[in-house]
């Protein structure tokens, strides 16, 4: 991107305000328009400076950082991008209620931070270039009757385009945003109530959609389901140890752990020998 994304900080400890600054300060995408100590303090800095982004705690006096996110979720006025930081996990589900955009855990390393910042960076890209596409498909409307869409299918059919690189990849919506994952990112996937934890190297996306609609859209011989509520990416599959219980846990080269049911265990290692041989 061509200009700097700005943000607000909200915190209620100071400390944890300036950390976060000195490290935003060394990325120059972004500027640091605001440091507020509530939620209260956030309110008046979103409307004075209408910044894209704000990094928000959840646990402050008074207003709570969810609350704060679900006044703005009703505000008919500008409302930027929210990154809640915490220190209790326990919030993630509720914080993507509000579409929050992502979900940072203190502490968090400067690389869990840069994937977050990379993915704003991403976002207000991609959001420009979606305007500029529908610009062009109205303009391709009004000369030709045609939209984008019908011309990349017209291609495809006459000149055989190949698909290939979309199937190496899925669609998902994190919060309000539309995402493309590669599988290949992908290390595995599991049910946390009506949502699901999409694991991948660049962090979590908790997904409005169920397991049956994931086994539907990608191939269960490379994505095999290994509990009742989780399915992993085989290629990720470093080994298979036995459990206390008699069921097996499935180590990733993620570093995860995956609990295996013996009903799955047997179908796992066949894909697996299929895959090496």
């Not at 703005?72 to 220190?87: E, R, W």
Request: aromatic residues 8%; negative net charge; glycine residues 6%.
């Amino acid at each position: 991107m061509s200009r700097q994304l700005t943000a607000i900080i909200v915190d209620d400890e100071s400390l944890a305000r300036e950390g976060l600054m000195l490290r935003l300060n060394g990325d120059t995408r972004f500027e640091v328009v605001a440091q507020c100590p509530s939620a209260q303090h956030a309110l008046l800095a979103i409307e004075e400076f209408h910044p894209d982004i704000a990094f928000v705690d959840i646990e402050m006096p008074g207003l709570s950082g969810l609350e704060l996110a679900e006044q703005l979720s009703k505000s008919t006025t500008h409302a930027p991008k929210i990154v809640f930081v915490t220190a209790f996990r326990e919030f993630a589900i509720s914080a993507f209620e509000f579409q929050a955009f992502d979900y940072l855990l203190k502490p968090f390393s400067d690389d869990r931070l840069a994937s977050c910042l990379s993915k704003l960076v991403n976002s207000f890209f991609d959001s420009d270039v979606v305007l500029q596409h529908q610009k062009l498909d109205e303009l391709l409307s009004r000369k030709t009757g045609n939209s984008i869409d019908g011309f990349i299918r017209n291609l495809e059919v006459s000149g055989g385009g190949s698909m290939s690189e979309l199937q190496r990849t899925v669609s998902m919506k994190s919060g309000s945003e539309w995402l493309r994952v590669k599988l290949d990112d992908i290390s595995w996937i599991e049910a946390a109530g009506d949502y699901m934890c999409v694991h991948t190297l660049d962090g979590t996306h908790i997904i409005r959609k169920t397991l049956k609609q994931f086994e539907q859209e990608l191939d269960p011989n490379l994505f095999p389901r290994v509990n009742r509520s989780a399915m992993i990416n085989l290629s990720k599959l470093q080994k298979l140890t036995p459990n206390s219980n008699g069921e097996y846990l499935a180590q990733l080269t993620s570093g995860d752990s995956v609990k295996v049911s013996r009903k799955y265990k047997f179908k796992l290692e066949e894909l697996r020998k299929d895959n090496l041989s």
